[in-house]
């Protein structure tokens, strides 16, 4: 599976971003789906992931009620709708696909990457 991260970049505080994420191949729908993000001087850190056939999601404590993830299995598409954005959300967004029945927020456990979109939120 390739990764292709899109839709990132500069948003003053406040503002929204819609990220996206286009897998190749045809077994799209055989992978959970993450997001991680890292900043700079941080290390990577999870922000939410959907399940196999998106009706279960996992968000980090910081994301819940400011974004939300979702996923086209037509269209081998992730999302990642972000909202209220906050300087601290500055960082290099990667999405990443795991062939697991469950979700899982750790990094390790992902099989794939995409190169990374950056997200700079101004203040």
């Known amino acids: 599976v390739q990764l292709q991260a899109s839709g990132g970049g500069l948003v003053q505080a406040g503002g929204s971003l819609r990220l996206s994420c286009v897998a190749s191949?045809?077994?799209?729908?055989?992978?959970?789906m993450g997001w991680f993000r890292q900043a700079p001087g941080r290390e990577r850190e999870p922000v939410t992931a959907?399940?196999?056939?998106?009706?279960?999601?996992y968000y980090a404590d910081y994301a819940k009620g400011r974004f939300t993830i979702s996923r086209d299995n037509a269209k081998n598409t992730v999302y990642l709708q972000m909202n209220s954005l906050k300087p601290e959300d500055t960082a290099i967004y990667y999405c990443?696909?795991?062939?697991?029945?469950?979700?899982?927020?750790?990094?390790?456990?992902?099989?794939?990457w995409g190169q990374g979109t950056q997200v700079t939120v101004s203040s």
């Open positions: 191949g045809r077994t799209f729908s055989s992978y959970v």
């Open positions: 990443a696909a795991d062939l697991a029945t469950v979700i899982r927020s750790t990094g390790s456990a992902y099989d794939y």
């Open positions: 959907i399940s196999r056939n998106g009706h279960s999601t």
